[in-house]
């Protein structure tokens, strides 16, 4: 099975704190994506990379950069929190290009204050 | 207009009822079709997986393509509580970097 990890469920930060949501999956897929998900919004895409240290803008990028320094691992980075980034975070990894299918994590719960 | 549309519901049937999903889209070169199920406060996980037209049957789960009409659906046989979930649509044209669009969801609840 699939098994796509986040490193926190629930998070509390400040407005303006640097913030890192980490993402691990363990079944060598090539692509990573990070969502958001807010109610009567659905999911959002933030970034997404198909390769080591390659990453593409998603539809919502602003505010947000990421990093995959190696390929099971993909970070999402909030440089000065907010509170409109109050969110479920989601990340989620699928095989290649042609093997669409997207398995997610558990979520992190962000609350800004 | 969105390129995938669906009804977020809610949508309330009793145990044992049949429930039909649907999503309609604009993309007419779309050819992978999903159905996650997320549960409350957890992430989306895959229901069924089709590829271009046609049905495919995995338990109680139907899922139908209607590339002509543009129109997915999801049908749920003998309805359970544990079904009760938000169900979102998703899919993805061929060699578009896997990417995935989705519809907002819809939140059904099963009454016992």
């Known amino acids: 099975d699939v098994k796509v990890t986040q490193s926190s469920r629930y998070l509390v930060k400040r407005t303006g704190e640097k913030v890192f949501l980490e993402c691990v999956q363990d079944m060598d897929h090539e692509n990573m994506f990070w969502y958001r998900q807010d109610p009567g919004l659905g999911l959002r895409l933030i970034y997404f990379?198909?390769?080591?240290?390659?990453?593409e803008k998603g539809d919502i990028p602003e505010g947000y950069s990421v990093s995959r320094e190696k390929k099971e691992r993909f970070s999402l980075i909030l440089e000065s929190a907010s509170t409109n980034q109050t969110s479920m975070y989601l990340c989620?990894?699928?095989?290649?290009?042609?093997?669409?299918?997207?398995?997610f994590g558990p979520g992190t719960r962000l609350l800004v204050l | 207009q969105k390129e995938v549309e669906q009804d977020p519901g809610p949508l309330s049937v009793p145990e044992g009822a049949i429930v039909s999903l649907n999503c309609t889209y604009s993309n007419s070169a779309f050819q992978y079709f999903m159905w996650y199920r997320q549960y409350s406060r957890k992430g989306p996980e895959l229901l069924m997986y089709t590829y271009s037209s046609g049905n495919k049957e995995d338990g109680r789960f139907t899922a139908q393509v209607d590339k002509s009409s543009k129109y997915i659906s999801l049908f749920i046989r003998d309805s359970q509580p544990s079904d009760s979930a938000t169900y979102l649509c998703a899919m993805s044209a061929s060699g578009n970097t896997g990417k995935l669009i989705f519809g907002q969801g819809t939140t059904l609840q099963v009454k016992p």
């Open positions: 990379s198909y390769d080591v240290k390659m990453k």
């Open positions: 989620a990894s699928s095989l290649s290009v042609g093997r669409e299918t997207q398995y």
